[in-house]
């Protein structure tokens, strides 16, 4: 019996150094100030001064959202973000951790709609005539793959298969390690019953992620439901049905679609593996 499978939620923050956003630092401190204030102009010491208050201020928010997300407590994210937002709108960080913690209070379309302007954002950042230009390409790009396989797990939150398999795609496009979006994949095709689609997503997955286990489980019962049975009852399996299910086994024997994967072998006569032990045991 097909059973619809649960995709990995991955929410994850754009890489960094375990935070989300980075403080600026301050033009100069208020000692120098006094000193600088004989160098400059007034006007150049107001704009200098003022650079300095806007500053503090970024850092302010900026440690408010890092406190917020380490606590995971979305909803006090919610106000610091869209304040730098606001100052900063062509900062696509931004976009994904509005989009992130929308998706985790359970507001997807407004976590799509915040995904779709961080992506818009990255682009221009990476486009060779943005004045804006990103500095880090791949960083930026594994930024916006990471933003597409949030918003198809926010598409998916709303049933919209099509739409979820579309930013999956984009995303597996762009991610030098694609494995999480072409599981997405595979799992949204699956469920939809996309044979073909969802084998060739989960090859890709497999290439990308030779040890997730789920995704052996969603090849071999999708070869399973590919099985032919002739007039004597003699049934004929894709090549590699068997070894695909032994595969979830030997990667989590203890795993929940382990008693499933055992009956599937039984019910083709195919050998169970019986050298794999629980883990931690």
């Given at each position: 019996?097909?059973?619809?499978?649960?995709?990995?939620?991955?929410?994850?923050?754009?890489?960094?150094?375990g935070?989300?956003?980075?403080?600026?630092?301050?033009?100069?401190?208020?000692?120098?100030?006094?000193?600088?204030?004989?160098?400059?102009?007034?006007?150049?010491?107001?704009?200098?001064?003022?650079q300095?208050?806007?500053?503090?201020?970024h850092?302010?928010?900026?440690?408010?959202?890092?406190?917020?997300?380490?606590?995971?407590?979305?909803?006090a994210a919610?106000?610091?973000?869209?304040?730098?937002?606001a100052?900063?709108?062509?900062?696509?960080?931004?976009?994904?951790?509005?989009?992130?913690?929308?998706?985790?209070?359970?507001?997807?379309?407004?976590?799509?709609d915040?995904y779709?302007?961080?992506?818009?954002?990255?682009?221009?950042?990476?486009?060779?005539?943005?004045?804006?230009?990103?500095?880090?390409?791949?960083?930026?790009?594994?930024?916006?793959?990471?933003?597409l396989?949030?918003?198809?797990?926010?598409?998916?939150?709303?049933?919209?298969?099509?739409?979820?398999?579309?930013?999956?795609?984009?995303?597996?496009?762009?991610?030098?390690?694609?494995?999480?979006?072409?599981?997405?994949?595979?799992?949204?095709?699956?469920?939809?019953?996309?044979?073909?689609?969802?084998?060739?997503?989960?090859?890709?997955a497999?290439?990308?992620d030779?040890?997730?286990?789920?995704t052996?489980?969603?090849?071999?019962?999708?070869?399973?439901?590919?099985?032919?049975?002739?007039?004597?009852?003699?049934?004929?399996?894709p090549?590699?049905?068997?070894?695909?299910?032994?595969?979830?086994?030997e990667?989590?024997?203890?795993g929940?679609?382990?008693?499933?994967?055992?009956t599937?072998?039984?019910?083709?006569?195919?050998?169970?593996?019986?050298?794999?032990?629980?883990k931690?045991?």
């Amino acid at each position: 019996m097909k059973r619809l499978i649960a995709m990995a939620l991955f929410v994850a923050l754009v890489p960094g150094a375990g935070h989300l956003c980075n403080a600026q630092e301050p033009s100069s401190s208020a000692s120098q100030q006094k000193q600088e204030q004989t160098k400059y102009t007034k006007e150049q010491f107001e704009a200098m001064k003022k650079q300095n208050e806007e500053t503090a201020k970024h850092n302010a928010l900026v440690k408010q959202l890092n406190d917020a997300f380490t606590a995971k407590n979305w909803e006090a994210a919610l106000a610091p973000l869209q304040q730098l937002i606001a100052a900063n709108p062509d900062q696509w960080q931004y976009y994904s951790g509005l989009g992130t913690a929308r998706l985790n209070l359970g507001q997807y379309d407004q976590a799509i709609d915040a995904y779709a302007k961080g992506v818009q954002a990255a682009e221009r950042s990476t486009s060779g005539d943005s004045k804006n230009a990103s500095p880090d390409l791949a960083r930026t790009k594994i930024g916006e793959a990471t933003m597409l396989t949030n918003q198809g797990n926010a598409f998916l939150k709303l049933r919209k298969n099509k739409e979820a398999i579309a930013a999956y795609t984009k995303a597996a496009s762009l991610d030098p390690n694609p494995a999480t979006a072409y599981f997405n994949l595979c799992a949204t095709q699956y469920n939809i019953g996309n044979t073909v689609g969802a084998l060739d997503a989960c090859d890709k997955a497999i290439a990308a992620d030779p040890n997730k286990a789920d995704t052996y489980f969603i090849k071999g019962s999708l070869m399973m439901s590919e099985a032919n049975a002739d007039k004597e009852g003699r049934i004929t399996l894709p090549p590699g049905t068997a070894e695909a299910l032994n595969k979830y086994l030997e990667l989590a024997p203890d795993g929940p679609h382990a008693d499933d994967v055992k009956t599937m072998l039984k019910s083709i006569g195919a050998k169970i593996e019986t050298t794999y032990k629980k883990k931690g045991k």
